[in-house]
């Protein structure tokens, strides 16, 4: 008689959980999994997908602009949000049902229900009142989007998982925020026509990159329209007539919206579940405490992904994922590395990034030799496009290792994916040279860039 009803119960039907599940299930174990509102989480329903969608929609306004360089008449180009808006909630639901088809047919049992923990082997179903118990536990709830309470008029402002249902595209919009979200979704407004204000709190957006990243996406943002405000905040957000907004910043400023969109970080989803009581013990910021196998301070209990505010990545959620079952199922107890983990923003010029910053390779003591090229692509010659294309690369002095590569430009984020298999396999700046150009591409720079742009002295400061 088994002591429990299930070997595996995974709270939150995202990336992590659904890929822990059906491994789980796929070794023979009896898995459940509990969903409150979607199977599918963020980055299916309300992050990742429909916001590269998005972002895809909101480039044909440049191309339209380049296409003339090329010869191309597109005066007749008009945009419709309605459609759009719609097609990507299809797309969406599509993704779900996939995601939905592939637990079936793992034979993981869903529960379409809010789930909370009443002792440290059973669930509770919130809407059906029904109790599941199981040998193991797997929190995969991820986060939410954060809004200042504080702030007066906070909720007449949106945030990134309603700016996907919009009901019109409004012709004014404010973002608070200077990180990925902010960034992205400035690319996506101001690309299908919106007036977008950027207000960021620090000096320069999109911090945690290579600064000369974030000087060079900032400048190009601006350049294409996006107005920046640094140094200030969103003190109160007022009701105007006809459902505009009066937004008053820090510096005194004031600004009309149609819309303004909170995009100042997210938020682990852990409240009310019962964590604290079942002995779950909580980071500062509220995310699940787990060692490198993602186990809790309660042994059978464990957490992947966003819920556990490490590096907040799809990919990353499903890696941990992959490693908890090898762990607890498979007798392989295995870490997810999250070291050299390559990032992308998907902004206008878009971002790939990977390994260390200059800043970070400087804060741990090395000596370093910088590469950095500036160019403009050659698409954009004839259009006309003034976007230039960053990729600067971080070298060790003493091991010629590759520490870091950062590019800013067309199509980085499918750059970067390569550059980090090179990354990760910490190859020297030689063994990148000894690789042939592919010719003509942006790419080819990566590997004849000569002569670095500074070289510390090998020797100890
Ligand atoms: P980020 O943490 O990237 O950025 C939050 C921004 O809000 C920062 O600029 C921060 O400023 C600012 N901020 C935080 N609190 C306040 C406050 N009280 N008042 C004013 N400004 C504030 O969060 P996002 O919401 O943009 O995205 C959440 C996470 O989702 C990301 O960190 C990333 O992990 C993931 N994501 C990944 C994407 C991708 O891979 N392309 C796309 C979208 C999201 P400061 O810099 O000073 O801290």
Redesign the pocket.
């Known amino acids: 008689m088994p002591q429990h009803d299930y070997d595996l119960i995974v709270i939150g039907a995202g990336s992590g959980g659904v890929r822990a599940a059906r491994l789980a299930a796929k070794t023979g174990a009896k898995v459940a999994i509990t969903e409150q509102v979607q199977v599918g989480g963020t980055c299916v329903l309300r992050?990742?997908v429909p916001?590269k969608l998005l972002v895809y929609a909101s480039e044909y306004s440049q191309a339209f602009r380049d296409a003339k360089g090329f010869g191309w008449t597109v005066d007749w180009a008009r945009f419709d949000w309605t459609t759009l808006r719609d097609s990507v909630q299809a797309e969406v639901s599509r993704l779900s049902g996939l995601y939905l088809q592939n637990l079936t047919n793992a034979g993981v049992e869903l529960f379409e229900d809010r789930a909370v923990l009443t002792d440290p082997h059973t669930v509770r179903l919130v809407r059906e009142g029904r109790y599941l118990s199981s040998d193991k536990i797997l929190i995969a709830t991820g986060g939410h989007?954060?809004r200042?309470e504080e702030t007066p008029g906070q909720e007449l402002g949106i945030t990134?998982t309603d700016a996907f249902l919009l009901k019109d595209l409004p012709s004014r919009v404010v973002i608070?925020?200077?990180?990925?979200?902010?960034a992205?979704f400035a690319t996506i407004f101001s690309g299908l026509g919106v007036e977008t204000t950027i207000v960021?709190?620090?000096e320069r957006?999109l911090?945690?990159f290579d600064h000369d990243v974030r000087a060079h996406v900032q400048a190009d943002l601006a350049r294409s329209g996006v107005n920046i405000i640094c140094g200030s905040?969103?003190d109160e957000i007022a009701p105007l007539a006809a459902d505009r907004k009066l937004v008053t910043l820090s510096n005194s400023m004031r600004i009309e919206a149609d819309q303004v969109l909170w995009?100042?970080?997210?938020v682990p989803n852990t409240m009310n579940m019962g964590l604290e009581a079942a002995g779950v013990r909580l980071t500062e910021r509220g995310a699940v405490a787990v060692d490198e196998y993602s186990r809790s301070s309660v042994p059978h209990i464990s957490a992947v992904g966003?819920v556990t505010d490490r590096?907040?990545?799809?990919p990353v959620a499903i890696r941990e994922a992959m490693a908890y079952v090898a762990t607890e199922f498979l007798s392989t107890p295995t870490a997810f590395d999250h070291a050299d983990v390559a990032?992308?923003?998907?902004s206008r010029p878009p971002v790939g990034a990977v390994g260390l910053t200059e800043e970070a390779a400087r804060a741990k003591g090395r000596k370093l030799k910088i590469f950095r090229s500036t160019f403009r692509p050659m698409k954009h010659i004839l259009a006309g496009n003034e976007q230039k294309t960053l990729m600067k690369m971080i070298v060790d002095v003493k091991t010629d290792q590759v520490l870091g590569v950062h590019i800013v430009g067309a199509d980085a984020p499918e750059i970067i994916q390569v550059a980090a298999v090179a990354v990760k396999a910490k190859l020297t700046k030689a063994q990148w040279d000894l690789t042939c150009a592919v010719h003509p591409t942006a790419a080819e720079e990566l590997v004849l860039m000569g002569e670095p742009v500074s070289h510390d002295n090998e020797a100890p400061a």
């Open positions: 992050g990742c916001k989007t954060y200042p990134s608070a925020g200077g990180g990925f979200i902010a992205e960021y709190r620090g957006i911090r945690g905040t969103i995009a100042v970080g997210r966003d590096v907040n990545l799809t990032s992308a923003v998907f």
